[in-house]
């Protein structure tokens, strides 16, 4: 037993050693730039803390082209002036690629200074407009609202057969961005939005917003909100007796909303692009390492942040050099076979904007959990 | 030699603001511009409350205002003195409009206005999406072009930015010396006094909370082009009680308490990293200890302690000091 | 007729717990004549302290819901009242409103870091029955939201007025010299006052988790609208607290069913810009009378 802390003392001084030979070009640099307070944390959060996982277990089967990955966290506090200026901290640094942030409003703010700098970014962010700046530097890790909410016009048309929808959406960037697109495909598809109920964050009575929609009478809803305003909105649909179905994207058939719905999101259906319920080995595996590490259960965020550090793993051992240039270049137009390379988790292809493509779920609330019901190929 | 120690300070202090980007990168460069554009905001709310004693709510409102308008017709094709001029001009006005009917009753009553205006600036400016971009705000503002130089690089508009802080310094600095200014000090002091020798105190109150009002304009006017993107968040209640914090921090009616103050809350996130998540809750406890100590800021507790150094303490009688409690 | 009648009961059930958050608002003015800007995180809090009390302490609902209640007037009344109010009313009125906008992110950060930043699902006091009257589905939720909300009022009036206590609270608040004069002892009453309205914000608490559930942002918006509420309805009187938060709750949800679902937020503020330059004592309240 006594030479128990003798040991301990060795291996600090040796890993302290080991800290001091790494020198600055001897690893690779992978900044976090993240919403670790403040509105977006919990995204955030998850989205960093899948990175780190990636990251360890690259580092432990010998790092990229032999080096190791360092990731600081750098928290924008959900404040897009303040992520600007990380990323700016960032590239000064010397980093190698940037991974974040999640926010949509802070992803258009601090990439112009990715893309200034010539780095490549891993962006959470879904809003549309991200990939349609011409922005050669900035890459998704999961798909936009333009690819995801037009997965769901097929289902209204066809499966549901309405004619007339409604829309219940929360009035900031991320609500605003999934309203057009499905506005916009109910056009096309020849169906009438009759109810357009837009919701202020953090409301508290959704009566006025599920009264409309009932008034209106619209054969189905889509319901495009954060976490809890999705559980208030589903609590009060199920008391005012709103039964046409609840059709959303990514949250609202998500553990969270269900949790928090108390049994009132039996039933809602919704398309997710990437879900932590998928009943895909690579993906069951991950949401474990990630409850076994962390001691809590992460969203798509924290697979988000896992395959982006592995898609710079990837990529940078395609073109064999630690290289911003060549990364951003190598990606355009590059897809990660997930049977070649495992920690892609599923088939995942970059076009030329940075916007990307995989296999998504439709999925339902059925018995208190989330259940997928049908596949949708890559787009 | 004392009546020079003052302006060699203030030469010192100038020859620091010039030096301090030397050899930086980028993010201090954007920090330190950013920290100009804040204390011109929090200057303007320091005459507002530091040397009227009303409180605002909506000084962030009033840099959106200027941010937007400048945002508009900088994208327009307009210089962006133009823009600047417009901002400031509009801000003054509105401050003006928002200020006369809350200052005609005595009370809280500017906060509780200024409170709701902030709030429906926010509205408009997410709603109106014809105008303002709506929920994705407005993009790509070029930053200004000088005669001598572009400012697109980050160093250049530093220093473009340090020019128009020292010119709105040297203003305000003017504005408190005057006669009029010192009305002001004294109204502070003694409302009473004040109204007994003839001083119209809701005219001069208004007149400070208008000016206050269009230094937040001139803020905005900055942050368009320094950020390149602005949106109704960044213009929140939330950044006004930041704004508000800053003054009272440094110290609210001294004329360094504001840039003092908002050095803190810009710099504070930078130094308290180590402390992860836990960086708002030291501010928050140290702003309350603050308050119980040295209700004067920061600015107030350096004065005291200046005090006790230079002077030695005089011997207080113990019953007079107990007197002055009874 | 029937959405009419669906959303003004709705309206009500809601206005009613800002009310509850507005009375105590006006209470501390009265005593401390502080504006309290945590007032929001206030009404957040007291929900954790019950989840605590139920998740990590394993009590049942009753007596998480007494654990919370004590706990609130103990941190959120006595200890607001000794540790930040008092030492800092010799400062004057300003540097107390800055440090209760520090103690709101004090609260708000701290319930992140302990309890964590996502929403927690909060137990119902009431059974999830509903029923329908004239085409308008009501939740019993809604009716005990609000008739328990209206007992709280009735009660605290009557103690107010009827009791010795009561009218020495109200002496204080009046004017705390005189009333020191004819001997009320004006540092309990000022103390009662911050136990009555640490009681009331758990209780409006206890109420609206269960809708709102339990986040750590929720004093947000909560501490922003019984904010108005009170100063609509009348900063120195409960009856206008009461008031203030009904019409908001009501004229909320009437805005977002008939004329805009993007400015519902407005409506409030519009009022409270019109109250200021009409009735600036509110519309319910009374001139205070002070010179100064």
Redesign the interface.
Known sequence: MKFKPFAASVAVAAVAMFAVGARADDVVKLPCVCELSGAGAVSGTNFRDGAHIAIDEINAAGGILGKKIVMTDMDTQSDPQTSRALVQKAIDDGAYAIMGTVFSGSTIVNMIVAQQAGIPQFTGAEAPNITEKGNPYVFRTSSSAAKGVPALTPYFKDTLKASKVAVAWVNNDFGKGGHDVFVSQMKDAGIAVVADVPSEQGQADFSADVSKIKAAGAQAVFVYLNEEEAARFLKEAKKQGLTVPLVGEVTLTGQKVIDLAEGAAEGAYAHVGLATSAPLAPIQDFVKKFHDRYNRDTDHNGIKGYIGVYAVKYATEMIGKIDPQALADKLHGLTLDAAKYPGMLLTTSWDKTGELSRESFMTEVKDGKQVVIGTVPAN | MARFRYPALVLLGLAALILAPRGE???II??FT?WLTYSIAAMGLNLT?GYSGQ?SLAQASFMGIGAYITALLTLAGLPWIVGMLAAVAATFVVGLALGF??LR?????L???T???N??FF?VA??EDWLTG????L?GMPRPNLIFASTMKNLPFYYFTLGVFVVAAALMWWIVHSPWGRAFKGLREN??RAESLGVDTTRLTLLAFAIGSAYGGLAGALVSPL???I?P??FA??IS?KI??MV?VGG?GYFYGPMLGAAIVILL?EVL?FT???Y??I???A??VL??FS?RGLMGLGERLWHRLTRPARQVRADMAGGAQL | MAQFLQVLLSGLSTGSIYALAAIGFTLVWQAAQTVNFAQGEFVMLPAFFVLIGVHWLGMPLWLALIFGLILSMIVLGLLFKVLIVEPMLPNGGLPLIIATMALSILLKEGTKQFYGAEAQPYPGLFPQATMTLGGAVISVQDVMNLLVSLAIVVGLTLFLNRTRTGRCMQATAQSPAVAEILGVNTRRMVLYAFLINAALAALASFLISPIYLAKFSNGENLGLIAFIAAIIGGFNQIRGAIAGGLLIGVLDNLTATYITAEYRAAIPLILLIAVILWKPEGLLGTSEGRNV
């Not at chain 2, 009753?105 to 009553?109: E, M, P, Y």
């Open positions: 990168g980028n993010y954007f920090i950013s409350l409180i009917p809350a009753v005595k009370g809280h009553f906060a509780f206005v409170l709701a205006f709030t429906l509205l997410r709603n709506g929920n994705y705000g993009s409302p009473v950020v390149q993107y949106d968040g960044s209640l939330g009680l508000l914090l009272v609210a996130p990293r992860e998540g836990y708002l809750m501010y928050a406890t702003v309350i308050m119980v209700p």
